[in-house]
C-alpha cells in the first residue's frame, strides 16, 4: 500500500459466511474455534491503531447461501456492524442444477439490506477454478455468478474482493491437504487482497512456500488415493446423506470483541503441502 492510503474509519466488523471465513484450513490453538483464517487477520490489522475496535464472525463451515442469510444475516445487522463481510454462495454453485442468476438475486435483496444500514459491505466473488480438477467443470457458472455480484456491488455501493483476479490460487501451496479449503498462505494472501481492496494500509507482507521437492509421478498417483479416500469419498458421502460438515457447529465469535494479534513477522514462512489441486470450500 502506498503512503496515501488513509487510516480506515470502522469500529466494528463482523463477517458472514461458511468455511472459507471461518478459517477452517489455518488452524490456530489459541484462536476461538480453533481456526484463525483470513477474516481474522484481517480484524487483527483493522484493530491496530483503532480505539475500541470489536470483531464478530458468524460464519460456518458447510453452509449454503440461503441459509446463511437466513440464520446470519439478522444476528449480524443486530450487531450493529460498520462493516460487514459476506461470502457465500459458492457450496451452492458447486451442487448439479444451481442456478448462479438465482443466487445472485437472493444475495442482491441481502445486499440492499446490509447496505441500507450505512455499513460498508465487502463481497467475495469465486476464484478462478479453469485448472482445478472436478470443480472446473462449474467454472461457467462462477464467471455468471461474479458478474452478478459485480453489478450487486455497483448498485449498492458495496466493496469487491476479487478472487477471480487473485492468481496465487491456481498454485497448490494455496490450499490445505484436504484440497478442500485454503491453507494458512492462502488465507495470509487472502487477508492481504481483501485489505487493499478496502484500501487500508496494513502490515502483511507477501510471503513464498517452502518449494516441493520433485515428486515421481508413483508418489502422486498414491497421495492422490490416500486423498480420496481420507478427504474425497466422506465428502460424497456427507452430500448423500445430506449431512453438512457445520451439524452441530456454532459461530465461533458470535458476538463483537477486541482483536487479540498473532506476533508479527517480517517474513511468515509457510510449509508447502503435497498434493495437486483442490475440489471445492464446504
Avoid: C
Avoid at 198 to 219: D, G, I, M, R, Y
Avoid at 224 to 237: Q, Y
Amino acid at each position: 500500500m502506498n503512503d496515501s492510503t488513509l487510516a480506515h474509519p470502522w469500529t466494528r466488523y463482523v463477517a458472514l459466511g461458511d468455511s472459507f471465513t471461518e478459517g477452517i484450513g489455518d488452524p490456530e490453538p489459541s484462536s476461538p474455534g480453533g481456526y484463525r483464517g483470513w477474516a481474522d487477520r484481517v480484524a487483527e490489522e483493522l484493530s491496530h491503531g483503532t480505539d475500541d475496535f470489536k470483531y464478530a464472525n458468524l460464519a460456518i463451515r458447510g453452509r449454503l447461501l440461503g441459509q446463511i442469510l437466513y440464520e446470519q444475516l439478522d444476528p449480524a445487522l443486530a450487531l450493529k456492524p460498520d462493516l460487514i463481510s459476506i461470502s457465500a454462495g459458492g457450496n451452492d454453485l458447486i451442487r448439479p442444477g444451481s442456478d448462479p442468476d438465482a443466487l445472485a438475486e437472493q444475495l442482491d435483496a441481502a445486499v440492499a439490506k446490509m447496505a441500507g444500514t450505512g455499513a460498508t459491505v465487502l463481497l467475495f466473488n469465486g476464484p478462478d477454478i479453469r485448472d482445478t480438477p472436478v470443480l472446473g467443470i462449474v467454472r461457467g457458472r462462477v464467471a455468471i455468478f461474479n458478474e452478478n455480484l459485480r453489478t450487486i456491488a455497483a448498485r449498492h455501493d458495496a466493496i469487491v474482493a476479487d478472487m477471480w483476479s487473485l492468481r496465487q490460487p491456481a498454485g497448490t501451496q494455496m490450499w490445505d491437504v484436504d484440497r478442500l479449503h485454503f491453507s494458512p498462505l492462502g488465507h495470509h494472501t487472502i487477508a492481504m487482497m481483501a485489505l487493499d481492496a478496502l484500501n487500508v494500509k496494513h502490515s502483511l507482507v507477501p510471503s513464498e512456500p517452502t518449494p516441493l521437492p520433485a515428486q515421481k509421478w508413483q508418489a502422486a498417483r498414491a497421495e492422490d488415493l490416500v486423498w480420496a479416500r481420507e478427504f474425497l469419498f466422506p465428502w460424497v458421502l456427507r452430500r448423500l446423506r445430506h449431512q453438512s460438515s457445520g451439524d452441530g457447529i456454532t459461530a465461533k465469535r458470535p458476538t463483537p470483541g477486541p482483536v487479540f494479534s498473532q506476533p508479527l513477522f517480517d517474513a511468515p514462512a509457510f510449509d508447502a503441502p503435497t498434493f495437486d489441486q483442490p475440489l471445492e470450500s464446504d
